[in-house]
């Protein structure tokens, strides 16, 4: 260890590169209009100004208000300039805790030349550029100092630009109305400040995604208004926090969103030097632990069962399910719906609308997906298909959210007839196990509508889905259900080149299946594919019609051989 008596080099006790760290103060901002601004309301509601008014020029603005200004005089001037310092006549100063780097915002902007700051009796007017980079300006600002005839009440601003910072902050102001907007720094002083641009009044109500127009919980934390609400309008998630005036945007969208209105004392710790989120510290976690808590509360409270819907369950579940499940009174659950005339695998399996049920009064529910039994008695999972069974079942529903460990989930058993064609069987039976345990008792599918299932669907033809089908009329499964298995999603094709391929890969199997039938768009190919002589012309076709009908319903095909075929038409 060395001795105190040692002889040490000067400055050793200096740990901070004083210009350095001034210098690098430029880098701590976005060059924004809207965050200059943001820092000067914030010294005005700190000032305890009750107006602030904006005025432009065709090169800058002016900004006023009316609060006790810069205290001390000349001192005044120097705190406002010195790093790291402030001087407010405010009580809640000392939780307000400014850094005392926010005026820096308007000297490090690009656009802007020269702010000139007045307040009390004096006026200081200060060139940006010479500012950062002239040590003898910088440290000798005190000369630029110029006593007023006349007080200025207040403290004011007035800013040299050029014309596209004015443009850009009438624009930040013109934009408030835009419900979709990132957050204006006129929006949330409402209470604090009023605002005018050119002497027209800036609106300075929340914005419109931090607003709970229908709140669930009113509350408080910490001395400060807390409200709880459920993805409220427009659709926002996120939760917001007001500092004193300004809104910071919180990262916290479980479906619920509050929002936090901090006037007095310090629950949270916003980030310096211009408080553009939270700092996710001991206070924050204490916050959303809170929140969580009431939402908890509210949700699972059974006296609030008239105002629960099934989504604020199940937002507890996505926010924290091993609670939810131990606290929840409750479990959502959807019905599974009959098939209806599928056009794509959009239109199989679906469900009606999220409903909300108690532990001792369960609908009956069913696993989604069919476990299907071959003729060899081997188990297969087929993720499709169930929609298409769920007549026979009857009424029932899939657990979307709860403990399965309280509740009875059975699973659709299904055992294929046998085989007739390719991925075509009879009918079969089918039953509901619970488990792993295949159904006690087992039905014959008797209903007029196929059942099927299968794992993968195609974007391209209909025979390359790993079908199990049980019908007793392929070609009406051809026609209807099979289009189930059509996958529309595709990034590298459009759907109707999509469509068009899957439909004409059922035209064919349909042929394969029904015998000599063509396309109603047929080809000369496909009538010479059914003659005994493959390469001789067709010189004739000849129509037939049903009764009055317009549209033939089989051709008759002959070729130079005087060999023909009559064929129906699909």
């Known amino acids: 260890m060395i001795s105190m008596t040692t002889q040490m080099p000067d400055g050793l006790t200096d740990l901070i590169n004083t210009d350095r760290v001034r210098s690098s103060i430029r880098h701590l901002?976005?060059?924004?209009?809207?965050?200059?601004?943001?820092?000067?309301?914030?010294?005005?509601?700190?000032?305890?100004?009750?107006?602030?008014?904006?005025?432009?020029?065709?090169?800058?603005?002016?900004?006023?208000?009316?609060?006790?200004?810069?205290?001390?005089?000349?001192?005044?001037?120097?705190?406002?300039?010195?790093?790291?310092?402030?001087?407010?006549?405010?009580?809640?100063?000392?939780?307000?805790?400014?850094?005392?780097?926010?005026?820096?915002?308007?000297?490090?902007?690009?656009?802007?030349?020269?702010?000139t700051f007045a307040s009390g009796d004096y006026r200081l007017a200060l060139d940006t550029k010479r500012w950062w980079a002239d040590r003898d300006y910088?440290?000798?600002?005190?000369?630029?100092?110029?006593?007023?005839?006349?007080?200025?009440?207040?403290?004011?601003?007035?800013?040299?630009?050029?014309?596209?910072?004015?443009?850009?902050?009438?624009?930040?102001?013109?934009?408030?109305?835009?419900?979709?907007?990132?957050?204006?720094?006129?929006?949330?002083?409402?209470?604090y400040?009023?605002?005018?641009?050119?002497?027209?009044?800036?609106?300075?109500?929340?914005?419109?995604?931090?607003?709970?127009?229908?709140?669930?919980?009113?509350?408080?934390?910490q001395g400060s208004r807390l409200t709880v609400g459920f993805d409220c309008e427009y659709g926002a998630h996120n939760s917001s926090v007001n500092?004193?005036?300004?809104?910071?945007?919180?990262?916290?969208?479980?479906?619920?969103?509050?929002?936090?209105?901090?006037?007095?004392?310090?629950?949270?710790?916003?980030?310096?030097?211009?408080?553009?989120?939270?700092?996710?510290?001991?206070?924050?976690?204490?916050?959303?632990?809170?929140?969580?808590?009431?939402?908890?509360r509210f949700a699972f409270d059974t006296n609030n069962r008239a105002q629960v819907k099934p989504e604020y369950v199940a937002a507890c579940f996505h926010m924290d399910g091993e609670r939810a499940r131990r606290e929840s009174p409750y479990i959502v659950a959807a019905e599974l719906l009959p098939l209806d005339n599928p056009s794509s695998l959009e239109d199989l399996d679906c469900k009606g609308d999220n409903e909300l049920f108690t532990y001792d009064r369960v609908p009956r529910l069913l696993a989604e997906g069919v476990i299907v039994l071959d003729r060899e008695?081997?188990?297969?999972?087929?993720?499709?298909?169930?929609?298409?069974?769920?007549?026979?079942?009857?009424?029932?529903?899939?657990?979307?959210?709860?403990?399965?460990?309280?509740?009875?989930?059975?699973?659709?058993w299904w055992k294929s007839g046998r085989q007739v064609r390719e991925f075509f069987h009879e009918p079969g039976e089918w039953g509901?196990?619970?488990?792993?345990?295949?159904?006690?008792?087992?039905?014959?599918?008797?209903?007029?509508?196929?059942?099927?299932?299968?794992?993968?669907?195609?974007n391209w033809e209909v025979d390359a889905v790993d079908w199990t089908v049980g019908t007793t009329d392929i070609v009406a499964f051809l026609r209807n259900e099979s289009w189930a298995g059509f996958d529309q999603e595709s990034d590298e094709h459009n759907y109707e080149e999509l469509q068009a391929s899957y439909e004409e890969s059922i035209d064919r199997v349909l042929r394969e299946?029904?015998?000599?039938?063509?396309?109603?768009?047929?080809?000369?190919?496909?009538?010479?594919?059914?003659?005994?002589?493959?390469?001789?012309?067709?010189?004739?076709?000849?129509?037939?019609?049903?009764?009055?009908?317009?549209?033939?319903?089989?051709?008759?095909?002959v070729n130079a051989k005087g060999e023909e075929v009559r064929l129906r038409l699909l």
């Open 29 to 115: 901002f976005q060059n924004d209009i809207a965050e200059c601004l943001s820092e000067l309301f914030q010294n005005s509601q700190r000032a305890r100004a009750r107006t602030v008014e904006i005025v432009t020029c065709e090169e800058g603005f002016t900004y006023r208000d009316d609060g006790h200004g810069l205290l001390d005089g000349m001192e005044g001037f120097h705190t406002l300039l010195k790093i790291a310092e402030s001087n407010f006549d405010n009580e809640t100063i000392t939780d307000q805790d400014p850094m005392g780097l926010g005026i820096h915002a308007l000297l490090a902007h690009d656009a802007i030349r020269q702010v």
């Open 138 to 191: 910088y440290t000798h600002w005190f000369t630029q100092l110029e006593e007023l005839q006349e007080p200025v009440e207040g403290f004011e601003v007035i800013v040299a630009a050029n014309a596209k910072l004015v443009q850009q902050l009438k624009q930040v102001f013109a934009n408030s109305t835009y419900p979709y907007r990132k957050t204006g720094p006129a929006e949330g002083y409402e209470g």
């Open 193 to 221: 400040l009023e605002i005018t641009l050119d002497g027209a009044k800036i609106d300075t109500r929340l914005p419109h995604w931090a607003r709970t127009e229908q709140p669930l919980i009113k509350t408080s934390y």
């Open 243 to 296: 500092w004193y005036g300004q809104v910071i945007e919180l990262d916290f969208h479980s479906g619920f969103k509050f929002h936090l209105d901090v006037r007095s004392g310090r629950p949270v710790n916003p980030l310096s030097p211009t408080r553009r989120g939270l700092i996710k510290d001991a206070a924050y976690e204490a916050l959303i632990r809170f929140v969580k808590d009431e939402i908890f």
């Open 377 to 412: 008695r081997q188990k297969q999972e087929d993720e499709h298909g169930l929609s298409s069974f769920i007549k026979l079942v009857g009424k029932c529903y899939v657990l979307k959210h709860g403990d399965s460990a309280r509740l009875k989930v059975e699973s659709l």
């Open 432 to 458: 509901v196990g619970v488990g792993d345990h295949p159904p006690a008792v087992w039905h014959p599918v008797e209903q007029e509508e196929p059942v099927f299932s299968f794992n993968d669907a195609s």
């Open 513 to 557: 299946v029904i015998g000599n039938c063509v396309p109603v768009r047929f080809t000369v190919y496909d009538l010479q594919s059914f003659m005994p002589t493959k390469d001789a012309r067709i010189q004739k076709v000849r129509y037939h019609y049903d009764g009055q009908g317009i549209s033939p319903q089989e051709i008759t095909a």
